[in-house]
């Protein structure tokens, strides 16, 4: 690699490292998301022209909050509007030209909750987040969630004004009201996870971003074991995800190839999943987890221990309840208890109509009933699911299955 490419790379690697912190830091500072976004960018641009000159430096983060928090300065005394909110500043002893003398770990989370408050419509909190913990670009978050550019910079422009006008803190909850507001974030990083996890040319990162700032949440918030849940599900599901598709086909689970699963991130899942169990306070991402470590850790199918699947799934059904919840409980039923017991489990919820439209309701159906040997029952459930399939790689699959493969 030659000069130039490693700093490129330092540069890289800050930006992914140290974005959100500079970024919670500056607002934190000035109370104005958007020039801190602004002053963010001229930090990381001046990065690539002043480290080839004078090297990287040692604590690149703090050389990178540092040069933003002096952009920021001078915007505001350039900017006579700006004036009182500088000497307000400065009556509260929060002088933007004072260097950080270390990370505030605190910043960032205080960001975390702020993108994430129950008070902003859950799309603007997806968008906020990867915009302003992540540094995506508008343009990368529209097309991420197949949304016109102009859309999604309105969604954004709407969710900060929602911040001011309605006076969201920007702060962590105090201990009272963590319990109520962290299912909030735990949900936007999941979603932001299976968006990339569920993308068949996964080209954005979404599934790395979402396990980036898990992990981010994981380590500042050391004591909630939900927050080491969700960070072991992510890496369990990751370690398996390039094996879920051959040739634009669907791999189901048992026919995947787990010599090709990634399993240094499966024996760290695992480990993460341990530490948050140790806690002895179990959450949904606790129990989800453990149903991934169940699978992840069987050395074939055949080894599969569907018994302790449905356990944890009929845990799951308490905890958070849901009929998709309910369906993958029916699954583990049948491969534990016979496929009999499983099917009419799916039948039931196929009488609520609380699955109309799903398209995984029918393929089960259709999976179960093949396994049972009704091949015509089968077939007119894998065509049924064939009509409400949401991606080609599920399509092509439930066409092989049509086709008697």
């Known amino acids: 690699m030659t000069a130039p490419q490693a700093v490129r790379a330092a540069v890289a690697a800050a930006f992914r490292d140290e974005w959100g912190q500079v970024v919670a830091t500056l607002i934190g500072i000035t109370g104005d998301w958007d020039l801190a976004e602004d002053c963010a960018q001229e930090a990381f641009a001046a990065a690539l022209t002043t480290w080839p000159r004078d090297g990287v430096p040692s604590r690149p983060g703090a050389w990178l909050t540092t040069t933003a928090r002096n952009r ?111 299912p909030s974030v735990l949900a936007v990083l999941y979603l932001i996870f299976n968006q990339g996890y569920d993308d068949e040319d996964e080209t954005r990162g979404l599934a790395a971003e979402g396990i980036h700032l898990a992990r981010v949440l994981a380590r500042l918030l050391p004591t909630e074991p939900e927050a080491r849940g969700l960070l072991a599900l992510m890496l369990l599901l990751e370690a398996r995800r390039e094996n879920r598709t051959d040739h634009g086909v669907l791999v189901t689970l048992e026919n995947q190839d787990r010599s090709r699963w990634d399993h240094a991130l499966i024996a760290e899942g695992v480990q993460t999943l341990d530490n948050a169990l140790a806690m002895r306070h179990p959450g949904p991402y606790q129990v989800q987890a453990a149903i991934a470590a169940c699978h992840a850790t069987a050395p074939d199918a055949a080894s599969t221990d569907w018994p302790q699947i449905a356990a944890l799934y009929r845990e799951l059904a308490q905890l958070a309840p849901s009929p998709v919840v309910d369906l993958n409980r029916a699954v583990a039923v049948a491969m534990a208890d016979g496929i009999p017991a499983g099917l009419a489990l799916v039948d039931e919820i196929a009488e609520s109509g609380r699955l109309d439209g799903y398209y995984l309701l029918p393929a089960t159906r259709g999976d179960l009933l093949r396994r049972d040997g009704r091949i015509t029952e089968a077939t007119a459930a894998y065509e049924a699911a064939l009509e409400l399939a949401p991606t080609d790689a599920e399509r092509r699959y439930l066409a092989e299955r049509l086709r008697g493969r």
């Open 72 to 182: 920021a300065t001078d915007r505001l005394r350039r900017d006579t509007a700006a004036a009182a909110k500088l000497r307000q500043l400065a009556v509260l002893g929060r002088d933007p030209i004072e260097p950080p003398t270390d990370r505030i770990p605190d910043e960032r989370l205080r960001l975390i909750f702020t993108c994430c408050h129950p008070a902003l419509p859950f799309p603007a909190r997806v968008a906020l987040t990867l915009r302003t913990l992540a540094g995506l670009s508008t343009a990368e978050i529209a097309k991420a969630f197949l949304t016109a550019e102009p859309t999604m910079a309105q969604r954004l422009v709407r969710a900060k004004r929602k911040i001011t006008e309605a006076g969201i803190p920007y702060r962590v909850p105090p201990p009272e009201l963590l319990p109520a507001r962290l």
